[in-house]
């Protein structure tokens, strides 16, 4: 069985497995919020609440990868950008517990890394808007 492009078989089994990664994600976000309903949750309530919103949050670019990539890239981009933004507010809110400095370093420089990667995709879209001939 030959593929009219190299490398198809692959490609399709990829998103078969990003499907299935959606799917888990999407299971366990429902059954944190099915813990929560039922009230099985005697302590952190929120911490659960959170859980399983991060987990559906992340289960929306692994979903769509297989019909968009684009679509599954700007979804990513959003969750990271949901999740450095929360992590941003928790460690350096006057309310946060004591944390140590190495993680306030490994909190920006995340965010810095995000904000950087943001800025060199959009530089990339605009020069191959400009010059169609320009491979990324």
Do not use: N, Y
């Not at 297989?66 to 350096?92: E, G, H, Q």
């Amino acid at each position: 069985m030959q593929e009219g492009r190299a490398g198809m078989p692959w490609r399709r089994i990829l998103e078969l497995l990003a499907g299935l990664v959606g799917v888990h994600f999407v299971l366990m976000g429902m059954a944190c919020f099915a813990m929560l309903a039922t009230g099985s949750v005697i302590e952190g309530h929120a911490g659960v609440a959170v859980g399983g919103v991060a987990s559906l949050v992340a289960a929306a670019p692994a979903l769509a990868t297989p019909f968009s990539t684009r679509i599954a890239k700007r979804l990513l981009m959003f969750a990271l950008s949901v999740l450095a933004a929360a992590v941003l507010w928790r460690v350096f809110t006057p309310q946060a517990l004591h944390v140590s400095w190495t993680v306030k370093a490994a909190v920006l420089a995340f965010a810095a890394l995000l904000v950087v990667r943001v800025m060199l995709a959009l530089r990339m879209s605009r020069m191959t808007q400009a010059d169609p001939g320009c491979e990324p």
